[in-house]
């Protein structure tokens, strides 16, 4: 069975400054790694994804996730925060030759002028 | 514009009743997907579909119950058995099952017990 583990709940940055989200994951095939985002009242967003080939993966509105099997991560990050970015985000695996997703619990990003 | 719609944006129930959730895409996908939001749980799985007429339990399928009578259509009733079912739903699509194609998510539906 897989399972995803978002470390923090909430993470609190100021405008500008790095975005750090973590998101470990366990999976007994190769995964395939996802990071979403949500808007308050509204679906998800896809931000990235990882499949097979270059483990450093890039998405959209600045953001960016590394693929490291040895330490079983995709954490995703941002150089530079938005006000916009405020929302909250959501690390998702799927095992190869699987057709549903494993959901993380979220993580609240607040963003600080 | 292609996309997925869900109605009602918001819903309520009284004790014992039956609700119907509505669910349509008309991205030509074959997966469908029902999602359950509670806040701090995640989006945890109910049921998905890969194909009309046929569709699987997820991980908390119990209270529920689906449909697969059209392609772009993925209804969900939530029955009197479910006896907590105040949360926010998420219906989703996606290409080919198993190919791990992007889901797809509709805007939501609120539900809420009167």
């Known amino acids: 069975a897989q399972s995803v583990t978002q470390l923090g709940s909430h993470v609190s940055v100021s405008e500008g400054a790095l975005v750090l989200l973590r998101c470990n994951y366990s999976s007994s095939v190769p995964p395939y790694l996802f990071w979403y985002v949500q808007y308050p009242n509204q679906g998800l967003q896809l931000l990235l994804k990882?499949?097979?080939?270059?483990?450093l993966v890039k998405g959209i509105n600045g953001f960016e996730a590394e693929f490291k099997k040895s330490e079983t991560s995709f954490h995703l990050t941002k150089p530079s925060a938005h006000m916009s970015d405020a929302a909250e985000y959501f690390c998702a695996v799927t095992p190869k030759g699987y057709s549903t997703l494993t959901f993380g619990k979220g993580t609240m990003l607040l963003v600080s002028p | 514009d292609g996309g997925i719609t869900q109605s009602p944006k918001y819903l309520f129930r009284k004790e014992g009743q039956n609700v119907t959730l509505s669910c349509e895409q008309n991205l030509n996908h074959d997966a469908m997907y029902w999602y359950r939001q509670d806040p701090g749980q995640g989006l945890r799985l109910i049921y998905y579909?890969?194909?009309?007429?046929?569709?699987q339990k997820g991980d908390i399928a119990e209270g529920y119950s689906v449909s697969r009578e059209k392609k772009e259509s993925f209804p969900l009733t939530v029955t009197s058995a479910q006896k907590n079912p105040t949360a926010f739903y998420l219906c989703a699509s996606s290409t080919t099952p198993g190919d791990q194609e992007t889901q797809y998510f509709g805007p939501g539906t609120r539900l809420l017990v009167l």
């Open positions: 990882y499949t097979t080939g270059a483990t």
């Open positions: 579909s890969q194909i009309v007429n046929d569709f």
